[in-house]
C-alpha cells in the first residue's frame, strides 16, 4: 500500500440558498494513492460533484466548505488561499467534466485552450505548447492532430470533444486525475471507447484516478476502489471485487438490483429503489436512506449510523447490515 | 411494506403552487417592485382624484403674479410655483397625470391589440402569411420609434388622438414580434400536438392552449412599454405635436420652452420632468419586478 | 462567413424597397395632396401643375412609384420648402453635426457602460452592484429632453463650466473642411479650437448617452452573470488560469456576443434621441432640421430626414450583425 496522494477527512459542504442551506456533503474521509483508480458512485446530487469542486476550490458562488480536512502534498487544500490553489489546479490536480459540449469555450480554438494550461504553469511560448498539444492530441488518439489545433469545439464530434477535456486535464502530467461523469453525456459505444483511453494514459503515467458516476457498470470496469455515496455520506466504502460480490449496505444493494438483466426472464420484475432522494435542506439526524430501506430498525431513525469496518478493507454504514451472500441468493435465485 | 407505502411516506420539499401565486410570492418579496406599485398607485389616485387634489383649476390664470416677469417659485398658496401665464404648476401637474395615464394606456392597448392578432396569426398559420406579416414589422421596425412616431404624427397632424396613435403604432411591431415567437415556441410543445391528436380545431388550441401560455412575456413587455409610451408621448408634447392647446396640462407639453426660463424659473423645467421620470420608474419596476417574479431563470444564479 | 454577409446583404434589398414604398405612401397621405405638400403651403397654381406633372400624380400609383424611385436612387429629395435648397444638399451639410454627436454619444456609453455592468456582475448582490441597478433604472426612466435640460441648468447654467449651445464658439475661426468639427479642429492643428469643441460635446453626449449606458450596463452585468455560470467558465478555472485571464478570455469574449447585438440597437436609440438632445443644446444637427421641418411642415425635409436616418439605422444593424458573426466562430466558419 502506498502512501496516499490525498487523504480527506470529515469533508462538509454546504450551500446557501433562498430556500435554506443545503447540506450537500456531511463528513466524508477517503483517500487515494499514487496510480490507484478510486471510484465514487451515488444517484444525481448525492454530492460527488461537490466533493471535487470543494476540493478543488470551484465551488459555486453560495458553496461553502463548513469542516474536514484535505491533504495533498503536505498541505490542507481546504485552507488554501486561492492564488495559491490555482497552481494546483491543472498542474498537480486535473478535472475532467461531464458535458464536453458546454466545458469547452465556443470562440477559443482547441488549439488555444490547450496551450493555456501549458503557458500558465510552465511558462511555454506559442511554438514549444504547440509542440505538446499536438503530442497530446495525439496520445488521446485525434487524427490530423496538427490541423485539428486550429479548430473550434463545435467542429468535433462528442467523443473528440471528450477525448480533447482529457488531453487538456493531462497536458501538464497531473498526479491525480478527476473524471466527473466522463462518460454520461456520450453514446454508449463511444463511451466503452473514453474509459479504455482514460484506463490506459492513467496506468502509462501512474497517475490517481477518482472516477466519479452514477453508472455502476463504469465502475465495475474501471475502479478497484468503491465509495457508495448517498445523502452527502459514504454508505459502503471497499474493493469494487468486495462490493460487487457481496454487498452489504441495503442502498448498495438496491443499486445492484435496480439493474435490467438482460438475462432475466420475460415475467421477472423490475427492482427500482422506492421513494426519492433525500431532502438535503436539514442536517441528517437519523439514517439517511431509512425512509427508503427493506432493512431499517428502530435504531436506523434515531441516529446516523457510523462507518464501521465489517470485513478488512469494507466499511459500511449501517445498523442493520444485509447479509454477506443475500446479494449471491438473489442474482442465482432470481427475484428477491 | 409495500411501494404505495413506501411513496406515501416521502418527505415532500414544499408543496407545489400554481405558477401563479409562486410568482406572486416572488413579486411580494421584490423591493422594487414594491416602490414601483407604490409610485404608479399614487400616479393613478391623482390622475383619478385630481379635482379632489388641485387648489385650482389647471386651466386658471392669474396673471397679476408674473406681471413682472416669469415667475415665482414654490411658495406657500402655490406649492411647485407658477407658470408663464400665472397658472398654478401643482394643480397642472396633478391634471397632467390624467393625460400621461390615458394617453399611455391607450397607446399600448392599441399596440397591443393589433401586433397581438397579427403576431399569433403569423406564429400559428406560418409559410406566406407569417413571412409576408414578418416582412412588414421588419420596415416598421427600420425606423426608431421616436421617429416612426413623428413621421405617424406629421401624416396625422398633431393632437392628443393623433399621438396616441403614433405610439400605438410603433408598439405594434414590438407585440407581434414577441407574440410570433412564443407562439412558434409553444406550438410544437407536446400538449399541442397532444390535443390536435384528440382534433380539437386549430383555432380553440390558439385560444385555450397556446395564448394563455403566452401571456407572461406580455405582461412584462406590456408594462415597460407602458413606461416608454409614456416618455414618448412626453417627448412628443415637448417637441408641440401633442394636444395643441397650450394652456392643456400635458407634462410633456409643459416642458415646451422651459428652457428660456432656465436662469429665472428652473422649476417650471425641473418638477414636470421629475413627475415624468417618476411615473416611467413606477412602470419600469414593476416590469422588471414582474419579469424577475414570472421567470426567475432570467436572474444571475447565486 | 462571405456567404453570410451577401446573405444579411440581400435580406436588406426588400426592407429598403418596403421603406421607400412606406415614405412613398406616407408622402401621398400628408395633408394638402403631395404636390401641396412638397411644395408648402404657398405653392403657385402652376408650380403645383409642374409638380404633377413631373411626378406624374395622374398616372397609376405604380407608375408613380416609380418614377418616386427613380428620382430619390438619383440622389433628389426636392427642395426644402422654407429654404428652397436641395435637400440633400443640406443634408449633407447638417448630418455631421449629428453624427459627431451620436459618436461621442456612443463612446461615453460603451466607455461607461460595459466596465459598470462587468464590476457590477463580479460584486453580485453587493452594495456597487444595487447602486448600479438602481442607477441604470432610473437612468431608463429619463426622458433624453429632460436630462438635458437638467444637465445644461446645473452644468451651464448655475455652474457656467460648460457651454450652453451650439458646437463651437462663435468667436473662434476654424475652417470646415469635414464639418466634423473635432477632425476639423485636428487637421488645422488648433488645439484651443479642439478644446472648445470638445467642451461643447460633452454635455450633449451625455444627455443622449446616458440611457444607452445604462441599457448596456444592466445588459453587460446580466450577460456576464450569465457567463460566469457557464461550464467551460470552470473548466479554465480548474485548469489553473489565473482569475484576469478568466475574465478576459473566457468571460468577457463570450459576453461580448449580447452585448454587441445591443449596441446595435442603441443606435437607433441614438438617432432618434438626437432629434431631442439637438433641440435643447441648440446643436445644428439633423435633428433640429426636423423639428424645424415639423413645425413648418417642410414635407420633403422631413422624407429626407427619415429616409436618411432608417438608411443608416438599417446598415449600422447590417454591421453588427456582421460583427456578430465574427465574433462567434460557429457562424464565421460556415
Redesign the interface.
Known amino acids: 500500500m502506498r502512501t496516499p496522494l490525498l487523504t480527506v477527512e470529515d469533508l462538509e459542504v454546504r450551500f446557501g440558498t433562498s430556500r435554506g442551506l443545503v447540506y450537500a456533503v456531511n463528513g466524508i474521509s477517503f483517500d487515494i494513492a499514487p496510480g490507484e483508480t478510486l471510484g465514487i458512485v451515488g444517484e444525481s446530487g448525492c454530492g460527488k460533484s461537490v466533493t471535487s469542486l470543494a476540493l478543488l476550490g470551484i465551488l459555486a458562488r453560495n458553496g461553502r466548505v463548513t469542516g474536514g480536512t484535505a491533504m495533498f502534498g503536505g498541505r490542507d487544500l481546504l485552507k488554501l488561499k486561492d492564488e495559491q490553489l490555482r497552481l494546483i489546479r491543472g498542474r498537480e490536480i486535473a478535472m475532467v467534466f461531464q458535458d464536453p459540449m458546454t466545458s469547452l469555450n465556443p470562440v477559443l480554438t482547441i488549439g488555444k485552450q490547450l496551450r493555456e494550461p501549458l503557458q500558465v504553469h510552465f511558462g511555454m511560448d506559442k511554438s514549444q505548447a504547440d509542440r505538446r498539444a499536438v503530442e497530446l492530441l495525439e496520445q488521446v488518439g485525434i487524427p490530423s492532430a496538427k490541423q485539428r489545433l486550429r479548430d473550434y469545439p463545435h467542429q468535433f464530434s462528442g467523443g473528440m470533444r471528450q477525448r480533447v477535456m482529457i488531453a487538456i486535464a493531462l497536458a501538464c502530467e497531473p498526479k491525480l486525475l478527476i473524471a466527473d461523469e466522463p462518460t454520461t453525456a456520450l453514446d454508449v459505444t463511444i463511451q466503452a471507447q473514453i474509459l479504455e483511453l482514460l484506463k490506459t494514459l492513467v496506468s502509462e503515467r501512474d497517475t490517481a484516478l477518482m472516477l466519479i458516476t452514477h453508472d455502476l457498470g463504469v465502475v465495475a470496469g474501471m475502479c478497484e476502489r468503491v465509495n457508495v455515496m448517498y445523502a452527502g455520506m459514504f454508505m459502503e466504502t471497499g474493493s469494487a471485487a468486495a462490493l460487487f460480490s457481496q454487498p452489504r449496505h441495503p442502498y448498495t444493494l438496491g443499486l445492484l438490483q435496480s439493474v435490467p438483466r438482460l438475462d432475466a426472464g420475460r415475467r421477472q420484475k423490475l427492482m427500482p429503489i422506492p421513494g426519492s432522494p433525500r431532502n438535503m435542506l436539514s442536517p441528517p439526524g437519523e439514517c439517511p436512506f431509512a425512509p427508503r430501506c427493506r432493512y431499517e430498525v428502530e435504531q436506523s431513525r434515531q441516529q446516523v449510523p457510523p462507518l464501521e469496518e465489517i470485513e478488512p478493507g469494507h466499511q459500511v454504514r449501517c445498523f442493520n447490515p444485509v447479509p454477506a451472500d443475500e446479494w449471491q441468493r438473489e442474482r442465482l435465485g432470481g427475484a428477491a | 411494506?409495500s411501494?404505495a407505502e413506501?411513496?406515501s411516506?416521502?418527505?415532500?420539499?414544499?408543496r407545489p403552487q400554481g405558477l401563479w401565486s409562486e410568482a406572486w410570492q416572488r413579486l411580494r418579496r421584490n423591493r422594487?417592485a414594491i416602490i414601483g406599485f407604490g409610485l404608479v398607485g399614487t400616479f393613478v389616485l391623482v390622475a383619478i382624484f385630481a379635482p379632489l387634489l388641485a387648489p385650482y383649476g389647471p386651466r386658471e390664470q392669474n396673471l397679476s403674479l408674473v406681471r413682472e416677469g416669469c415667475c415665482p417659485g414654490p411658495s406657500a398658496d402655490y406649492w411647485f410655483g407658477v407658470d408663464a401665464l400665472g397658472r398654478d404648476e401643482f394643480s397642472r401637474i396633478l391634471y397632467g397625470a390624467r393625460y400621461s395615464l390615458l394617453i399611455g394606456v391607450v397607446s399600448v392597448a392599441v399596440g397591443l391589440t393589433f401586433g397581438l392578432i397579427l403576431g399569433a396569426v403569423a406564429g400559428f398559420f406560418g409559410g406566406i402569411i407569417d413571412g409576408v406579416i414578418m416582412?412588414?414589422m421588419?420596415?416598421?421596425l427600420?425606423?426608431?420609434?421616436?421617429?416612426l412616431a413623428?413621421?405617424i404624427?406629421?401624416?396625422l397632424?398633431p393632437g392628443i388622438w393623433q399621438i396616441m396613435i403614433a405610439v400605438g403604432v410603433v408598439n405594434i411591431p414590438i407585440f407581434a414580434r414577441l407574440l410570433r415567437g412564443a407562439v412558434l415556441a409553444q406550438r410544437e410543445n407536446d400538449f399541442v400536438l397532444a390535443a390536435r391528436a384528440v382534433g380539437v380545431p386549430r383555432r380553440t388550441i390558439l385560444g385555450s392552449h397556446i395564448l394563455p401560455n403566452s401571456i407572461s412575456p406580455l405582461i412584462v413587455q406590456g408594462t415597460l412599454a407602458l413606461?416608454t409610451a409614456i416618455?414618448d408621448v412626453?417627448?412628443l408634447g415637448?417637441?408641440?405635436?401633442g394636444p395643441q392647446d397650450p394652456a392643456t396640462p400635458e407634462w410633456?407639453t409643459m416642458?415646451t420652452d422651459?428652457?428660456r426660463y432656465?436662469?429665472t424659473a428652473?422649476h417650471l423645467?425641473?418638477i414636470p420632468?421629475i413627475a415624468?421620470?417618476l411615473a416611467?420608474?413606477g412602470f419600469?419596476?414593476i416590469g422588471?419586478g414582474l419579469r424577475e417574479a414570472l421567470d426567475p431563470k432570467?436572474r444571475?444564479?447565486? | 462567413m462571405l456567404r453570410f454577409v451577401v446573405r444579411r446583404l440581400l435580406l436588406l434589398l426588400p426592407i429598403l424597397l418596403g421603406l421607400s414604398i412606406l415614405v412613398f405612401l406616407w408622402i401621398r397621405a400628408l395633408p394638402g395632396g403631395p404636390a401641396q405638400a412638397l411644395l408648402g403651403e404657398r405653392a403657385t397654381e402652376e408650380a403645383i401643375a409642374q409638380i404633377e406633372r413631373e411626378y406624374g400624380l395622374d398616372k397609376p400609383i405604380y407608375v408613380q412609384y416609380w418614377r418616386y424611385l427613380e428620382t430619390v436612387l438619383q440622389g433628389d429629395l426636392g427642395q426644402s420648402v422654407t429654404t428652397r435648397r436641395d435637400v440633400t444638399e443640406e443634408l449633407r451639410q447638417k448630418f455631421p453635426a449629428t453624427i459627431e454627436l451620436a459618436i461621442a454619444a456612443m463612446l461615453f456609453s460603451t466607455f461607461f457602460g460595459i466596465p459598470l455592468g462587468f464590476f457590477a456582475a463580479k460584486r453580485y448582490g453587493g452594495t456597487f452592484d444595487h447602486f448600479s441597478l438602481v442607477a441604470s433604472l432610473i437612468g431608463v426612466s429619463i426622458p433624453v429632453f429632460f436630462l438635458g435640460i437638467i444637465l445644461k441648468y446645473v452644468f451651464a447654467v448655475q455652474l457656467g463650466w460648460l457651454p450652453t449651445v451650439g458646437r463651437i464658439d462663435v468667436l473662434i475661426e476654424l475652417e470646415h473642411p469635414t464639418n466634423f468639427y473635432v477632425i476639423d479642429a485636428i487637421l488645422a492643428g488648433d488645439p484651443a479650437a479642439l478644446w472648445d469643441v470638445l467642451k461643447h460635446l460633452i454635455l450633449p453626449a451625455i444627455a443622449l448617452g446616458s440611457i444607452p449606458l445604462a441599457i448596456i450596463a444592466r445588459i453587460t452585468r446580466a450577460a456576464v452573470l450569465d457567463v460566469q455560470n457557464e461550464d467551460y467558465v470552470r473548466t479554465a478555472r480548474a485548469k489553473g488560469m489565473p482569475p484576469a485571464v478568466v475574465d478576459r478570455r473566457h468571460v468577457l469574449r463570450n459576453a461580448m456576443l449580447p452585448i454587441v447585438t445591443i449596441i446595435g440597437l442603441q443606435v437607433g436609440f441614438l438617432l432618434a434621441g438626437a432629434v431631442l438632445t439637438e433641440t435643447v443644446f441648440a446643436w445644428p444637427g439633423i435633428g433640429t432640421w426636423l423639428v424645424d421641418a415639423i413645425e413648418s411642415r417642410n414635407y420633403p425635409v422631413l422624407q429626407g430626414g427619415i429616409l436618411f436616418v432608417a438608411l443608416i439605422f438599417v446598415v449600422v444593424n447590417l454591421l453588427v450583425d456582421v460583427s456578430y458573426a465574427f465574433l462567434n466562430p460557429r457562424i464565421r466558419l460556415s
Open positions: 411494506m411501494i413506501l411513496e411516506r416521502e418527505i415532500q420539499l414544499e422594487g416582412r412588414l421588419d420596415i416598421m427600420a425606423i426608431p420609434g421616436f421617429l413623428i413621421g404624427v406629421a401624416m397632424g413606461a416618455i412626453a417627448g415637448y417637441l408641440g405635436l410633456g416642458l422651459t428652457i432656465l436662469q428652473p423645467a425641473i420632468g415624468i421620470v416611467v420608474l419600469n419596476l422588471d432570467l444571475g444564479r447565486a
